[in-house]
């Protein structure tokens, strides 16, 4: 089975421009998070939907980041315009309904200049 | 509101030898679960171990063991045997078990930082 897939794993890019990550969960997976994990601190949610339907978007500062899910498989993360303290790893998830753990991408490292 | 707290910032070990890392939790809901992921420096977080709060027993995966002290609310958990491969960041994270909106919803700790000294 494959694993919860993210691209690019790196970006770098200056401050006032805007970034796009992509995720697609694994395969049957319903529910699928977002999460920022700045340096030295754990991961943070900032959005969790529920197939094409947002659960939960209280942490996401949305003046600037929004989200979307809308086939309710691969999803798309948006940052615009970037701020340096966006700084950060954006991690992915996923979990099949019923079960405990969430599945993590490998993330992608953004870096504002 | 959940929290979770790991006091150790990091930990030494030699290799062969068990160390526990500590994690203790706070929510006033009575139902939750209790993980515990590893992240290697290359930055994926790999699930470990997971402990719901009606589990009457200790989970247990392989090297790995949770140490789960519901009155205390405290979650450790416990490698044994270190190997140099476990060098990593540990993260204890509560999962939200109440239901609408946030179920599901992972609160992670700050961390702590495991070295495997040979």
């Known amino acids: 089975e494959a694993g919860v897939a993210q691209s690019p794993r790196y970006k770098i890019i200056e401050k006032r421009q805007s970034v796009a990550f992509w995720c697609n969960p694994i395969?049957?997976?319903?529910?699928l998070y977002w999460y920022q994990q700045i340096l030295g601190q754990g991961p943070k949610l900032l959005i969790q939907?529920?197939?094409?339907?947002?659960?939960?978007d209280s942490q996401l500062p949305k003046d600037r980041f929004s989200a979307e899910r809308l086939k309710g498989v691969d999803s798309t993360l948006k940052i615009q315009p970037a701020k340096l303290e966006d700084s950060a790893v954006y991690l992915c998830?996923?979990?099949?309904?019923?079960?405990?753990?969430?599945?993590f991408g490998p993330g992608t490292r953004l870096t504002v200049t | 509101a959940q929290k979770i707290t790991q006091t150790q910032p990091g930990m030494f070990v030699q290799e062969k030898e068990a160390v526990t890392l500590d994690c203790t939790y706070d929510?006033?809901?009575?139902?939750?679960?209790l993980f515990w992921y590893k992240q290697p420096s290359s930055g994926e977080m790999i699930f470990l171990i997971y402990q719901g709060s009606y589990d009457q027993q200790n989970a247990t995966e392989g090297r790995y063991s949770l140490n789960f002290q519901k009155a205390r609310k405290s979650a450790n958990l416990v490698i044994s045997a270190s190997q140099l491969g476990d060098s990593a960041m540990y993260f204890c994270?509560?999962?939200?078990?109440?239901?609408?909106?946030?179920?599901?919803?992972?609160?992670f700790g700050q961390g702590t930082i495991l070295t495997v000294h040979p």
């Open positions: 395969s049957g997976h319903a529910t």
């Open positions: 994270a509560m999962r939200d078990d109440a239901g609408g909106t946030s179920y599901g919803k992972l609160t």
């Open positions: 929510t006033s809901d009575p139902s939750y679960g």
């Open positions: 998830a996923s979990r099949r309904t019923g079960d405990s753990e969430q599945y």
């Open positions: 939907f529920q197939n094409n339907g947002v659960v939960d």
